[in-house]
């Protein structure tokens, strides 16, 4: 295993170890993001971000986090870092868009699916849904059916009579291996039940 654990815990007294099965991985409080994402890139290589997501630990508290994967193109070696935002009710985390530009998209997906702000992001506006759009869709609260929710434009919901109809799980639930992963990639969610889809109706359904 990389000794970049051992390497974070030497320089910050504030990293602690984080269990992981795949790659080393430590969790970092939120207001000393920046320092330890700065010194990752500029002293110890991690030169690419890969992804970064939202995660809504339900019951937990604080209940947001943001788990970041970083990738060091010299050595070949993954890092996973995780935070929490301290505030439940309005859940905030730095941007590390300023280090790497490519957590800008990634950060306004997991404000708009969560409802975590970025400080410091350039833009953190809706990337999926439409700006005032009164949910976010990957909380815990938010049912996997979906919500009916009127259309945005009003003149278009005169004129069709319409209202944005939430779409299926296709195919879900969705699931990711953790078995004998070495590679993120290798873990990607797979459907648990493939047996239908929008066109083919789920079994019992009503279509």
Same mark, same amino acid.
């Given at each position: 295993?990389?000794?970049?654990?051992?390497?974070?815990?030497?320089? *910050?007294?504030?990293?602690?170890?984080?269990?992981?099965?795949?790659?080393?991985?430590?969790?970092?409080?939120?207001?000393?993001?920046?320092?330890?994402?700065? =010194?990752?890139?500029?002293?110890?290589?991690?030169?690419?971000? @890969?992804?970064?997501?939202?995660?809504?630990?339900?019951?937990?508290?604080?209940? *947001?986090?943001?788990?970041?994967? @970083?990738?060091?193109?010299?050595?070949?070696?993954?890092?996973?870092?995780?935070?929490?935002?301290?505030?439940?009710?309005?859940?905030?985390?730095?941007?590390?868009?300023?280090? #790497?530009?490519?957590?800008? #998209?990634?950060?306004?997906?997991?404000?708009?699916? *969560?409802?975590?702000?970025?400080?410091?992001?350039?833009?953190?506006?809706?990337?999926?849904? #439409?700006?005032?759009?009164?949910?976010?869709?990957?909380?815990?609260?938010?049912?996997?059916?979906?919500?009916?929710?009127?259309?945005?434009?009003?003149?278009?919901?005169?004129?069709?009579?319409?209202? =944005?109809?939430?779409?299926?799980?296709?195919?879900?639930? *969705?699931?990711?291996?953790?078995?004998?992963?070495?590679?993120?990639?290798?873990?990607?969610?797979?459907?648990?039940?493939?047996?239908?889809?929008?066109?083919?109706?789920?079994?019992?359904?009503?279509?």
């Amino acid at each position: 295993m990389d000794t970049i654990v051992d390497t974070l815990k030497s320089k *910050f007294s504030f990293v602690t170890p984080r269990p992981a099965n795949d790659f080393p991985a430590v969790n970092v409080p939120a207001d000393h993001l920046l320092e330890v994402a700065q =010194v990752l890139r500029d002293e110890l290589g991690y030169d690419m971000m @890969l992804d970064l997501c939202g995660v809504d630990w339900d019951k937990d508290r604080p209940r *947001f986090g943001v788990i970041y994967h @970083l990738y060091h193109s010299g050595k070949k070696t993954y890092l996973r870092l995780a935070t929490l935002a301290p505030e439940t009710a309005a859940p905030v985390v730095p941007s590390i868009s300023g280090i #790497w530009p490519a957590a800008d #998209w990634h950060e306004r997906e997991a404000y708009d699916m *969560f409802g975590i702000k970025f400080e410091g992001h350039p833009n953190l506006t809706r990337i999926l849904m #439409w700006e005032g759009y009164p949910y976010y869709p990957l909380r815990k609260e938010f049912p996997l059916a979906g919500i009916e929710t009127e259309l945005p434009a009003a003149d278009t919901a005169a004129a069709t009579g319409a209202k =944005v109809i939430a779409a299926p799980m296709m195919g879900g639930p *969705f699931q990711a291996g953790t078995q004998d992963h070495h590679h993120m990639s290798d873990a990607e969610p797979r459907a648990g039940d493939q047996s239908w889809t929008e066109d083919k109706p789920k079994p019992g359904s009503q279509g």
